[in-house]
């Protein structure tokens, strides 16, 4: 199984719910902390979940980074992983995250059996949040919250730091959510990537 395969299976399956429900955004790649890093998938409707996805032809090389980068940002994550990574991971991970096991029955087709359950994540931090947004989506926030007009003329990082300052953490994640999901043309791949780890994030401003 590889990376697509689970993926597609994994949308067709577990999130059919999320996919039928009007008031939510289903996301592959979803770059996270300017492309340093990517969301295999990302859900936004009243929380920001993410789910990493290793394959069997992924390594684990980079979980540590991912784990840094998922845990500033989502709510809740969980791993969809094989029989092949699964000892590992559990070892590897948080304790809030989840684990999904990822399995090809006999006529090939992808199971999914949820192993842990994810739990909330207490290490979200409000500068990653505000990073998710563009720089003008940024910069409308903080003039509707009347920001001097000064700060517009700044780099876009010094938009998100006072961003994440001015606004409660809770009230930060209800506005990003918002954007993300009324974004009429999202900048990312047309298709996911099926590099799996193999895929090098660039960044995006």
């Known amino acids: 199984m590889n990376d697509s395969e689970i993926r597609e299976s994994f949308h067709k399956k577990m999130l059919r719910h999320q996919h039928a429900d009007a008031e939510t955004l289903v996301l592959d790649e979803l770059g996270l902390m300017h492309g340093a890093c990517r969301a295999d998938i990302a859900i936004v409707n009243g929380r920001l979940i993410g789910y990493e996805i290793k394959s069997e032809k992924d390594s684990l090389y980079r979980l540590k980074d991912q784990i840094t980068a998922y845990n500033a940002i989502f709510d809740g994550v969980a791993i969809i992983v094989t029989k092949r990574h699964h ?12 684990i999904i096991l990822s399995t090809k029955g006999k006529r090939g087709g992808i199971n999914f059996s949820v192993r842990r359950k994810p739990k909330k994540n207490p290490h979200v931090k409000p500068m990653s949040v505000a990073q998710l947004l563009w720089r003008n989506e940024a910069a409308e926030i903080l003039y509707e919250i009347g920001a001097p007009k000064k700060l517009f003329k700044l780099p876009r990082r010094e938009l998100y730091r006072h961003l994440s300052k001015q606004l409660p953490i809770e009230k930060l994640k209800t506005t990003v959510r918002s954007y993300l999901k009324k974004r009429a043309n999202w900048r990312c791949r047309p298709q996911p990537s099926e590099g799996g780890d193999l895929f090098q994030p660039t960044a995006t401003s």
């Open 87 to 98: 000892a590992a991971v559990r070892l590897s991970i948080p304790k809030h995250w989840g």
